[in-house]
């Protein structure tokens, strides 16, 4: 008989990344399936020094193949763009976690725990 290991392996992010393209999102690759624990409200955004975004503003979508999850926002208008200026986004680890429980290594260190702490520019 077979005996599968545990996973014992944190989830962790690969690349993020923020694209003005088309609609402004933010793209976020993870190393293994989280979409089971990953929602809104793992998420802070906010522009420094003006506004912080409720989850209501925040849409995410999640790709299971390629585990790839895209953050877009909704904005008073309804057109999706970001206001200028410059932004800071967390991801916390508290809430995401593998199919195991294992939780998002967010801070890339190689240990479970931690938040992704990113800054983009929206020209
Ligand atoms: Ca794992
Ligand atoms: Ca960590």
Redesign the pocket.
């Known amino acids: 008989m077979t005996i599968s290991p545990a ?5 962790r992010i690969v690349t993020a990344a923020f694209s003005a393209t088309f609609d402004d999102k933010v793209t976020f690759r993870f ?2 399936n989280v979409a089971a624990s990953l929602s809104v409200g793992d998420f802070e955004v906010s522009r420094l020094g003006r506004e912080r975004f409720s989850p209501a503003r925040l849409r995410l979508t999640y790709d299971q193949r390629t585990n790839r999850a895209i953050l877009t926002f909704a904005s008073p208008t309804g057109s999706g763009e970001l206001a200028s200026g410059l932004y800071r986004l967390v991801l916390k680890s508290t809430g995401v976690t ?3 429980g ?1 939780r998002l290594d967010g801070d890339g260190n190689g240990t479970a725990g931690g938040n992704l702490v990113m800054y983009f520019r929206k020209g």
């Open positions: 996973d014992a392996t944190p989830p190393s293994e593998d199919g195991a294992n």
